[in-house]
């Protein structure tokens, strides 16, 4: 028989079971199914795939059409569209502008039915971080929403997300921001990102009446999290807040400078000082880290970052070095009273054993039973008769 006229499957049955091999590749399928009718029909389909693969297509759209008649038209540039209407505030400002990603011109008005997973990996080539982050979201959206019959990309498969080293900012290159920064609103906000160690967002929006004097305490609501934050503050931080409005916005002009913008702004601050792998968000991971240093306790310095896990904290102060002192210098430290020591009984600091503790001569039947005395409060005993 001439091989082009030779079907591509063969059918066969073993145990109950359908299965087809495949005569090209070698390989055996089960059909899931004991039923000959069954099994017939999805041979012959397999073997129509393999002949007839535009014919296919079409067949497969007009089916699919039947329950969704947008879905032969609908493109990514629509499942994009559909996903901006879902959020609000910064992460709709985020998707807004992730979708002018050029990386997506290679399938943004491609259709969902047409995509294959080779157009997925070249957006992947050509984008950077950001765009494997929100292309997996994308494809997500439209596998939840029923728009895609079949995950274009298995998980497993997804190359995976590989950020660039995050480091905190030292007190050097602080200072010599600080130095070369001539903007007087600017410097104040940079000396408090130091000392605070809060987002740059919710430093930036601070006002005079977030400022509790007496009580040397700042209270406002978290930008990301909407939950309230209170920080207490030393002399340092109120020097710096003694400088600034008394009334209104604390920083009334970078209030009005979106987030990205600020950022911008410092990273070229930082270039043309020659400081790289710092940005803003530098500052949080400082903080963390001199928390770490000094033995700030974690759940403090959690709350005061206003981290929710334990785990994204430790991640901030991962780079913090901690002195370990030797055991000879701690116990030295405890002689000369520098450590608060753990209280001990007069029996025990003398070398004698606990009240009631057994010694290594004496068995369980030498050890008379004590009895516990009366409280004092108790009352004297009457005889009944």
């Not at 480091?167 to 000396?191: D, F, K, Q, V, W």
């Not at 209280?343 to 600091?349: H, Q």
């Not at 009366?374 to 004297?380: I, W």
Request: charged letters at 25%; one cysteine or more; hydrophobic letters at 35%.
């Amino acid at each position: 028989m001439n091989s082009a006229m030779r079907p591509r499957c063969r059918l066969y049955r073993r145990h109950g079971i359908f299965y087809v091999h495949d005569h090209l590749t070698g390989k055996q399928q089960s059909l899931g199914t004991r039923s000959r009718k069954d099994a017939l029909r999805l041979f012959a389909a397999k073997n129509e795939a393999h002949q007839q693969p535009v014919l296919n297509l079409q067949l497969a759209r007009v089916y699919l059409t039947a329950t969704d008649p947008a879905l032969a038209v609908r493109t990514w540039n629509d499942v994009v569209v559909e996903i901006i209407k879902t959020k609000h505030g910064p992460t709709q400002i985020r998707w807004e502008v992730a979708r002018k990603d050029h990386a997506f011109d290679l399938i943004r008005s491609l259709t969902l039915l047409e995509t294959r997973a080779e157009h997925f990996l070249r957006v992947l080539e050509k984008g950077a971080v950001a765009t494997n982050v929100f292309l997996r979201r994308i494809h997500n959206f439209a596998l939840d929403m029923n728009w895609l019959p079949c995950s274009l990309i298995p998980r497993r498969q997804w190359p995976a997300v590989v950020y660039k080293p995050k480091r905190a900012i030292t007190l050097e290159e602080h200072h010599r921001i600080l130095e070369r920064e001539s903007n007087p609103e600017r410097r104040l906000y940079y000396e408090l990102c130091w000392h605070l160690g809060t987002s740059q967002s919710d430093l930036a929006h601070l006002k005079a009446a977030d400022i509790e004097w007496p009580n040397r305490v700042l209270s406002y609501q978290r930008g990301k999290t909407g939950t309230p934050a209170l920080l207490h503050f030393g002399p340092q931080v109120e020097a710096i807040l003694r400088r600034l409005p008394a009334e209104g916005s604390l920083f009334p002009d970078l209030r009005t400078v979106r987030a990205g913008d600020r950022a911008t702004e410092f990273k070229q601050r930082c270039r043309g000082l020659g400081i790289e792998g710092v940005t803003l968000h530098s500052y949080r991971y400082a903080w963390a880290e001199r928390a770490r240093s000094a033995g700030y306790p974690e759940r403090f310095a959690q709350e005061a970052l206003g981290h929710n896990s334990k785990a994204v904290h430790r991640a901030y102060a991962k780079r913090a070095v901690v002195k370990v002192p030797s055991l000879e210098e701690y116990e030295q430290q405890g002689v000369e009273q520098k450590v608060i020591p753990f209280p001990l009984s007069a029996r025990t600091a003398s070398g004698l054993p606990p009240q009631g503790a057994r010694t290594t001569d004496e068995t369980p039947s030498e050890t008379p039973a004590a009895t516990p005395p009366a409280p004092a409060f108790a009352a004297p005993l009457r005889s009944v008769g």
